[in-house]
């Protein structure tokens, strides 16, 4: 989205706002707006209190005044009455003073925020550290090799993000791992204990005639766990009596992560979880999924997404199934450095090139066909040119 959009119009509780940027723009704007708004409301509640606090001390004192100026026998000045008399009144009209201000002060709400999910998972039983162990895996359709000799492990409570060109297999893998698809050698050992939730936008584990409560409720869970894990997947009041078939896209993939949350597992694996999904849709699920202490192994083509989740990414590139083990950015940083490998490498093997050129060059008789090798080379040097520039960067 951030290479096509350069403006966003968002509809949010009845106002429409328009966002002038790309979808980083956004969502900093979001942030920034938000900060603003919890810091505007909390300097409101700190000046209200400041207001009422000195109103309150004003009306005491001016009650205080009030009772000596009737009892002129406390007081030891004479002329007490008046003294405390006229104070009392400068005292009272400062309490109605700073009543007035408190009535004026311009009324900041706080910031909405979403429901924060209080994600009090069902208790994972013991799971050993390896999850998954690949070992020597290889899977091929007929003669189509998808990818060849994988070795890697997932640990336990990795959030792993499995990318790559489409085609290349990722849904294919996801699915060996699942168990749908068997490997064409080599395996996979998973470990003991493994109860896997696997989502790939099948709406189908619904019960349509249900529900939305129902349907949740269906997995076992307390009512107001169920309530809650609703409420933060954006069910709010009368929205969890409705029913599944007459739900959005946009629902039914946040009430089937409600009730994949709420079953038995510790593993989940997600083919593209987010696609057609809303913007509040999608991060009411990141929510869920970072709060979700289990392990999770997702494929999609969300920046966002991946940067917010992934604690590790494999990567199918070339039938090979590479592994980086760190987040996106260490992800983008590593893949950056082999880039600067592969054109030290071009370099090299173009300067050859351009060598034994010049030497052929310089002996017209020897080579046949003159035109072509000076097109050659001068095709070589625009080359060798640029690579010069990339690697200076
Ligand atoms: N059951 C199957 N039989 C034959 N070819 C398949 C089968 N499933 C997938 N493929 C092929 O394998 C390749 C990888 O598919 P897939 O795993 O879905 O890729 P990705 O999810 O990375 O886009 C594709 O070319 C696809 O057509
Ligand atoms: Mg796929």
């Not at 739900?247 to 409600?258: D, M, Q």
């Not at 893949?335 to 370099?347: L, S």
């Amino acid at each position: 989205m951030d290479k096509v959009v350069h403006k966003i119009l968002e509809i949010d509780d009845g106002k429409l706002i328009e966002y002038k940027g790309n979808y980083s723009f956004y969502v900093h704007q979001k942030k920034q707006k938000f900060q603003r708004q919890l810091f505007e409301y909390q300097q409101y509640k700190k000046e209200k209190k400041r207001l009422e606090e000195m109103a309150r001390k004003a009306l005491e004192r001016s009650q205080n005044m009030e009772r000596k100026s009737w009892h002129p026998e406390s007081s030891e000045e004479r002329g007490g009455r008046d003294f405390y008399g006229g104070k009392a009144k400068k005292v009272a009209r400062t309490a109605k003073a700073m009543a007035k201000r408190l009535e004026h002060l311009e009324v900041k709400e706080a910031p909405k925020e979403r429901d924060k999910i209080n994600l009090s998972f069902v208790d994972r039983k013991d799971v050993s550290r390896y999850i998954f162990e690949a070992i020597d895996l290889s899977k091929s359709f007929g003669q189509k090799l998808l990818f060849s000799d994988a070795n890697f492990v997932i640990e336990k409570g990795e959030k792993v993000a499995l990318l790559g060109k489409n085609g290349c297999g990722k849904t294919t893998l996801l699915k060996i791992f699942i168990g749908e698809e068997a490997p064409s050698s080599g395996s996979i050992k998973a470990a003991e204990n493994v109860k896997i939730g696997y989502f790939a936008q099948q709406l189908e584990v619904l019960d349509f005639e249900k529900t939305v409560l129902e349907n949740v409720l269906d997995t076992g869970a307390p009512q107001a766990q169920a309530r809650n894990f609703l409420s933060c997947l954006l069910f709010r009041g009368d929205d969890v009596n409705k029913k599944v078939v007459d739900l959005s896209v946009g629902e039914k993939a946040r009430l089937v992560f409600a009730k994949l949350l709420l079953s038995d597992i510790n593993v989940l694996v997600l083919d593209e979880p987010t696609n057609h999904l809303d913007i509040e849709s999608k991060e009411a699920i990141e929510d869920a999924l970072e709060a979700f202490d289990g392990t999770i192994l997702f494929v999609t083509h969300d920046r966002y997404f991946i940067k917010r989740l992934a604690s590790k990414v494999i990567e199918i590139d070339n039938q090979r199934v590479k592994v980086y083990d760190g987040g996106y950015e260490y992800y983008v940083q590593k893949k950056a450095d082999t880039g600067r490998v592969d054109i030290k490498q071009q370099i090299l093997l173009l300067e050859n090139r351009l060598a034994q050129l010049s030497g052929l060059l310089s002996d017209p008789k020897r080579s046949t066909d003159v035109d072509e090798l000076n097109k050659e080379f001068i095709e070589i040097s625009r080359k060798l040119r640029d690579l010069y520039a990339n690697n200076k960067r």
